[in-house]
């Protein structure tokens, strides 16, 4: 079956510097979407991308999906406490939509 | 509007007891879902439903039970509860189609723990 791995599992930065989490689905997406759920919270939806190629902006946050549409990736730039929370990528292919296992993101001030 | 409200939000079980997870949403939403988050291994899809009448499994479906009578309700029934089944829960349901089309709505969750 379709299965989405996420990396890093972790990632501990200092206030101010990037941060990238990586997502790959073992079989080709008809969209992916990303997620934050902040401690103790439920997900969140960020953005959804459906495009070979497709690169979408929010604020300090890039979200590219793939060529082939099988791997996305979610850059922030310049980190903030309030960033703090783990990030899920979800493919979607038909009616089955799949997360990665998340990576959390602490920030240090 | 409330959005996607699951109840109870805590609940503890003895081995071998069988409950239902409740789901509600109102914002007309024909997929429903629900998953199971654990440690280290993200969401996991149980069952997911698109639509009244109509139920599927996901990823984890063993042990669990659902049925879809109404567009509103997706109600999630452990059968006979084990310890590996203490998790916490999510709903959440999203549009098929249109705009907004599969952008999923969760509800807070519920923390299950079966001793």
């Known amino acids: 079956g379709q299965q989405v791995m996420q990396i890093p599992q972790y990632q501990h930065v200092q206030e101010g510097e990037d941060f990238t989490t990586y997502c790959n689905s073992s079989t080709t997406l008809s969209n992916i979407q990303w997620y934050k759920q902040r401690p103790g919270g439920h997900p969140v939806f960020l953005i959804q991308l459906v495009k070979s190629g497709e690169v979408k902006k929010q604020k300090r946050l890039t979200f590219q999906f793939g060529e082939a549409k099988k791997n996305s990736s979610l850059h922030i730039t310049a980190t903030q406490t309030t960033d703090v929370g783990t990030y899920f990528c979800a493919g979607q292919n038909n009616n089955d939509m799949r997360f990665g296992a998340g990576t959390r993101l602490t920030v240090k001030p | 509007n409330a959005g996607v409200t699951q109840t109870p939000k805590f609940q503890v079980l003895k081995t071998g007891q069988s409950m239902t997870l409740q789901c509600a949403q109102d914002m007309n939403h024909e997929y429903m879902s629900w998953y199971r988050q654990d440690p280290g291994m993200g969401l996991r899809l149980i069952h997911y439903s698109v639509g009244a009448g109509i139920t599927d499994q996901g990823e984890v479906p063993n042990g669990y039970n659902v049925s879809r009578s109404t567009t509103e309700d997706f109600p999630l029934r452990l059968l006979s509860a084990a310890p590996s089944q203490t998790s916490v829960y999510f709903c959440?349901?999203?549009?098929?189609?249109?705009?907004?089309?599969?952008?999923?709505?969760f509800g807070a969750g519920s923390r299950l723990t079966v001793l």
């Open positions: 959440a349901s999203s549009y098929s189609g249109g705009a907004g089309a599969n952008v999923l709505t």
